[in-house]
T-cell receptor
Framework: KAGVTQTPRYLIKTRGQQVTLSCSPI?????VSWYQQTPGQGLQFLFE???????NKGNFPGRFSGRQFSNSRSEMNVSTLELGDSALYLC??????????????FGEGSWLTVV | DQQVKQNSPSLSVQEGRISILNCDYT??????FLWYKKYPAEGPTFLIS?????DKNEDGRFTVFLNKSAKHLSLHIVPSQPGDSAVYFC????????????FGKGITLSVRP
């Protein structure tokens, strides 16, 4: 079955703009989470959604937001972009939320460059 | 506070030999541990996992060992192959508020032909 699909794969934005990234989870998966990867900070958790509800949130400013639709697809939005937001944004899906033994599968990521 | 630590940034081994990648954690609420392999510009690929009720899990050339008392886990790759060269991330999760994946910084494995 198809894996986690993220769009767009690459994008360049200007400081102050906003960006929306999209994620389609593995069919049947209802939990979607987002992670940011930067060279200095590694992989850091942004937030998790399950059945259209945010279940968990990382330590990121309010400029980072997300949502999940009834078909489990998810979007994340970053407003007022800063240079430090340049990163690989990864979406991951799993069948359950918060359950031990529940493997999380990642998409290819969206490379965001802020200039 | 880094709750998952991969203290060695890199490891180089000869093809055919064993690769041992180590990981330490501090949060006693973690009860499920995963290893991911990652190539540049790609998302992490799930390799193998282990629950805290076990001390070993094996899948082909990959074996993960968990020592709960030491809060230490390791990934063994035997035999190592050049295609195994990548960055390996250790990740841990618990339940509820700890259900998000917490990653280590990663270790770059190079397998020499």
């Amino acid at each position: 079955k198809a894996g986690v699909t993220q769009t767009p794969r690459y994008l360049i934005k200007t400081r102050g703009q906003q960006v929306t990234l999209s994620c389609s989870p593995i069919s049947g998966h209802r939990s979607v989470s987002w992670y940011q990867q930067t060279p200095g900070q590694g992989l850091q958790f942004l937030f998790e959604y399950f059945s259209e509800t945010q279940r968990n949130k990382g330590n990121f400013p309010g400029r980072f937001s997300g949502r999940q639709f009834s078909n489990s697809r998810s979007e994340m939005n970053v407003s007022t972009l800063e240079l430090g937001d340049s990163a690989l944004y990864l979406c991951a899906s799993s069948s359950l939320t918060g359950a031990t033994g529940n493997t999380i599968y990642f998409g290819e990521g969206s490379w965001l460059t802020v200039v | 506070d880094q709750q998952v630590k991969q203290n060695s940034p890199s490891l180089s081994v000869q093809e055919g030999r064993i690769s041992i990648l180590n990981c330490d954690y501090t949060n006693s609420m973690f009860d499920y541990f995963l290893w991911y392999k990652k190539y540049p510009a790609e998302g992490p690929t799930f390799l193998i996992s282990i629950s805290s009720i076990k001390d070993k899990n094996e899948d082909g050339r990959f074996t993960v060992f968990l020592n709960k008392s030491a809060k230490h886990l390791s990934l063994h790759i035997v035999p190592s192959q050049p295609g195994d060269s990548a960055v390996y991330f250790c990740a841990a999760r618990g339940t509820g508020a700890n259900s998000k994946l917490t990653f280590g910084k990663g270790i770059t494995l190079s397998v020499r032909p």
